[in-house]
């Protein structure tokens, strides 16, 4: 069979993500200068996309842009005080007529059915409201923040009503008071807020400023080590900055995966939710990729796994059922379903050694660290159980494992029992490893 083209071949490998997607929960977080950029609908378009796949949404707008417009004409400007806006009355006008102008927008364009339009044919319900309450936040070192707030709670009964409706919650950065008042509130602050009290399945940053952070960023972070990233890179943008310590501390309560995103990339949006490896930055709680035993489930991916390498003559070949009479032996590393790597341990306990054998990575993710991953895990597995060395048999990776520690040994060297297996038409190189 031929290679299918390249669209055939991606929605092939977005078909997984599209049905784990559906009736999931996302918040989605984009600031005024995505309303303002002349590629926005294309965004919405995206967005529309999602909805359409039978994702529940919240969108989070910020109007900074808008905000800072408006004051111009009244010849003012928005003044931060330790990174930290202080909203006057003045300001607080220019933020509402900003907010509501914004709103009016993103819903104009969420309701275009032109025919021709990626929006053809489409009726999504938008609906926005009271849900956020707020507070102020206050005097801080003498300071006072005006009608700066904070988020006090999401109503999050109501924004489950609208999800439940089919409609698509929007989110202004404003909040609301019991005694009435208006508070100007940080979009990453309600967006973190709303994915929480929902319990969101994602939670997603589209920013304007990660492309210069981007350098400093990993793909995968773990929440508990987004304070010392912050820290060791001071040259972070306050916005990815904020962004990641809303991530890291939704994550902590809860909320299973955040995503950092680049807005102005084309598509990145699509791209991070529909392929496997994603184009901008995940935080998660626990490792995104773990290493686990393998399972009897398992058996057809290993398969699928060191075929190739079987065929090359690289391996030799295992049979179903030997593979699943033998599956405790493996641990795998999987990343959305997919195998990336695998490896097994066979022990030898009357020598004290074991067998390093099925070392495999997925030839999408090599030079990724997985072997290494892999090698160290089996190699404290080892040393838990007393074995003092490590041995593999190999016919053309030779390099790597000496470049590991590996030393060549002869036939001699390994256990009695496994000398008596030994493939002499294979000719495999021997390789020791003391633990």
Same mark, same amino acid.
């Given at each position: 069979m031929s290679e299918p083209d390249p669209f055939v071949a991606w929605m092939r490998q977005a078909t997984p993500y599209i049905h784990a997607h559906r009736g999931c929960t996302f918040v989605i977080a984009f600031g005024g200068e995505a309303v303002a950029d002349a590629q926005f609908p294309s965004l919405v378009?995206?967005?529309? @996309?999602?909805?359409?796949c039978g994702i529940r949404l919240v969108l989070v707008h910020g109007a900074r842009p808008q905000i800072e417009e408006r004051l111009a004409q009244h010849g003012a400007q928005l003044r931060y005080v330790n990174g930290l806006r202080v909203t006057d009355a003045t300001a607080l006008r220019c933020v509402k007529e900003a907010a509501g102008t914004v709103r009016v927008e993103i819903e104009a364009l969420l309701s275009l059915g032109l025919a021709n339009s990626p929006m053809a044919g489409v009726h999504i319900p938008v609906v926005s409201g009271n849900v956020v309450t707020a507070r102020p936040l206050g005097v801080i070192d003498g300071v006072d923040y005006g009608h700066t707030g904070a988020v006090r709670r999401v109503n999050q009964q109501m924004l489950r009503a609208l999800l439940d409706q089919g409609?698509?919650?929007l989110m202004?950065? @404003?909040?609301?008071?019991p005694t009435g008042e208006v508070f100007n509130l940080s979009a990453a602050d309600v967006a973190r807020s709303a994915a929480v009290a929902l319990e969101a399945d994602k939670l997603i940053f589209l920013l304007e400023n990660v492309a210069a952070s981007a350098p400093q960023l990993s793909a995968q972070l773990l929440a508990r080590d987004v304070a010392a990233v912050i820290s060791a890179t001071p040259e972070l943008h306050p916005e990815v900055s904020a962004c990641l310590r809303a991530g890291a501390d939704a994550c902590q309560q809860g909320v299973r995966r955040v995503h950092l995103v680049a807005r102005q990339q084309p598509g990145a949006?699509?791209?991070?939710?529909?392929?496997?490896?994603g184009s901008g930055t995940l935080i998660s709680a626990a490792p995104y990729e773990p290493l686990r035993p393998a399972r009897i489930e398992d058996v057809t991916g290993i398969l699928e796994l060191l075929r190739p390498l079987e065929e090359r003559g690289v391996l030799v070949r295992r049979e179903r059922e030997r593979l699943e009479t033998e599956i405790e032996r493996f641990v795998l590393t999987e990343r959305d379903g997919l195998m990336t790597s695998c490896a097994a341990l066979y022990d030898y306990p009357a020598d004290s050694m074991a067998e390093l054998a099925c070392l495999v990575v997925h030839p999408d993710y090599r030079g990724s660290q997985r072997g290494e991953r892999l090698l160290e895990h089996l190699a404290q597995q080892a040393r838990a159980r007393n074995i003092k060395r490590l041995f593999v048999l190999t016919t053309q990776t030779a390099h790597w494992f000496q470049e590991r520690g590996f030393q060549a040994a002869g036939l001699e060297a390994l256990p009695m029992a496994k000398q008596a297996l030994y493939n002499f038409q294979r000719r495999s190189k021997v390789f020791i490893k003391t633990l």
């Open positions: 378009h995206d967005i529309a @996309l999602l909805h359409g409609a698509v919650a202004p950065p @404003l909040g609301y008071s949006l699509l791209r991070e939710l529909f392929t496997r490896d």
